[in-house]
């Protein structure tokens, strides 16, 4: 009995996960924009002003690294940085009267990036967590014609500035690899179109996007 005492002490005690640490990974997910372009007396013969969704949407995939400290007390705290290149776009027709459509629009979201904190609760190898940042996206407005002789006018080209918040689950399926399932709501703001420097016309165009992310991560 004494000897199997002195077995059982020194056998190795298996150690607990720490989410501590940087780490780096690439992502893939769908996007779907919101997105509305307002003109001012754009309208049907210029007398009404044009109000229309031109919401993009589509596939993205980049790369993100962060780092984590886990606490004594299982709390995880940590920070993030993301770069996305987007496939999101849209080309919404613009009813010009007569019962047909004479312009289309074409909305692209190409690339977008974040800087974000996270907070999360470890249940061992698992980690359900919350993140929120500020966020950037490169977003393009072009005017394309439907019907004559055929034509592209660039109406807004520009980096927008908004904030993200979202939520995800991430797990560590070996010490080194994590898999995450992450969903984000990112909303970057409203622009004056960048034609509208050559006009004192009134003009907008804001953008949101719902986004669903899977990724995988190497800790280093």
Do not use: C
Not at 59 to 81: D, P, Y
Not at 90 to 100: I, S
Not at 197 to 213: E, G, K
């Amino acid at each position: 009995m004494a000897s199997a005492a002195d077995i059982n002490e020194t056998l190795p005690v298996a150690a607990t996960y720490t989410w501590s640490g940087l780490y780096a990974g690439v992502h893939v997910g769908y996007a779907a924009g919101k997105s509305n372009l307002f003109i001012a007396g754009g309208g049907i013969g210029g007398a009404t002003d044009l109000d229309s969704p031109i919401d993009p949407d589509g596939f993205m995939g980049g790369i993100h690294i962060g780092f984590n400290h886990e606490m004594a007390n299982r709390f995880v705290l940590g920070a993030e940085a993301d770069i996305t290149y987007n496939k999101v776009d849209g080309l919404t027709g613009l009813d010009g009267g007569g019962g047909g459509i004479t312009t289309l629009v074409r909305s692209e979201l190409e690339w977008s990036g974040s800087a974000r904190l996270r907070a999360g609760y470890a249940f061992d190898r698992t980690l359900p967590y919350i993140t929120a940042g500020v966020a950037a996206a490169k977003y393009e407005v072009t005017a394309v014609s439907a019907g004559g002789p055929a034509g592209e006018i660039p109406l807004h080209s520009d980096t927008h500035i908004g904030w993200t918040v979202g939520a995800g689950v991430e797990h560590a399926f070996t010490d080194k690899w994590l898999a995450r399932v992450e969903y984000r709501y990112s909303d970057f703001g409203s622009q004056d179109l960048s034609i509208a420097a050559l006009s004192p016309t009134a003009t907008s165009v804001d953008l949101q996007t719902h986004d669903i992310r899977v990724g995988l991560s190497y800790k280093f």
